[in-house]
């Protein structure tokens, strides 16, 4: 056996019934050309004359499709009853326009009144449940704010100075004829520098050498740059080091069989 939700409006008396909604049927009707404007005329089976309010708050919701938008205070009547006022949810008129032409309607009787049930198309959600993850469009803020976490490394030009790179990112300079321009770097090769901030500025250059991988840290605080520290990398094997493999600076530790 069905059994109607009762949904209800807060008023500054509290919450208060506002219809029954029973899920059963939904009515189809259909639309007249006497309709106008301030009233509109539907047909549909099965409803009786005069409509009363014990058939009425029973039966299921009725959709029609107007063809002309509504202005304020509209009516509707159905098979030639006594035109009811549309109302929405809580009890106020429509408004102007509410209802748009050639977009279905889907209204609910109770007690001598039609409540307007919005559906997603009605309030310009059409495609709420059917857009693309392709066609979502993404506001200029957040556009920007994902810009900012790219970690897109930017080009530190010859003739920079390294003191004044204290964003955080990620920069980089590839190309040793530039390199050798750019001031207060560890060393003169093609480069990748990452700046991170704590309480004040962390930088950490990375040679790029064919040989192998030297990095140097320093530290940014109280307005005065620190030295360059190398860090060293650890390589292993079981043979005696070679000193082919590896850059100056790092460590190698020999494995005995």
């Given amino acids: 056996m069905s059994k109607n939700i009762i949904m209800q409006v807060l008023t500054s008396a509290g919450y208060e019934p506002m219809y029954?909604?029973?899920?059963?049927?939904?009515?189809?009707a259909n639309f007249l050309n006497t309709s106008t404007s301030g009233q509109y005329n539907i047909t549909a089976t099965g409803i009786p004359t005069p409509l009363t309010n014990s058939f009425g708050n029973d039966m299921g919701i009725i959709s029609f499709m107007p063809t002309i938008n509504n202005i304020d205070n509209i009516t509707l009547s159905i098979n030639g009853d006594t035109a009811r006022p549309i109302l929405f949810a809580?009890?106020?008129?429509?408004?102007?326009?509410?209802?748009i032409a050639n977009r279905s309607i889907l209204v609910r009787y109770y007690n001598n009144n039609f409540y307007l049930m919005l559906d997603k198309a009605q309030i310009g959600l059409g495609n709420v449940d059917n857009t693309s993850d392709a066609e979502k469009p993404v506001s200029s803020a957040v556009r920007d704010a994902l810009a900012e976490k790219l970690n897109i490394p930017v080009l530190i030009p010859r003739n920079s100075n390294l003191n004044k790179y204290t964003t955080a990112g990620l920069y980089y300079n590839?190309?040793?004829?530039?390199?050798?321009?750019?001031?207060?770097?560890?060393?003169?090769?093609?480069?990748?520098?990452?700046?991170?901030?704590?309480?004040?500025?962390?930088?950490?250059?990375?040679?790029?050498?064919?040989?192998?991988?030297?990095?140097?840290?320093?530290?940014?605080?109280?307005?005065?740059?620190?030295?360059?520290?190398?860090?060293?990398?650890?390589?292993?094997?079981?043979?005696?080091?070679?000193?082919?493999?590896?850059?100056?600076?790092?460590?190698?530790?020999?494995?005995?069989?």
């Fill in 90 to 99: 809580d009890g106020t008129p429509v408004r102007a326009n509410t209802l």
């Fill in 174 to 257: 590839a190309t040793s004829a530039d390199a050798t321009t750019i001031t207060n770097t560890p060393a003169q090769l093609p480069f990748s520098l990452l700046v991170e901030r704590h309480s004040g500025v962390k930088q950490t250059f990375t040679t790029n050498t064919t040989s192998g991988v030297q990095t140097w840290v320093r530290n940014y605080s109280n307005g005065v740059w620190g030295s360059w520290t190398q860090q060293a990398f650890v390589l292993k094997g079981i043979a005696e080091p070679d000193p082919t493999v590896g850059v100056d600076g790092n460590i190698y530790l020999k494995i005995e069989a």
């Fill in 20 to 28: 029954p909604f029973s899920p059963r049927q939904i009515i189809n």
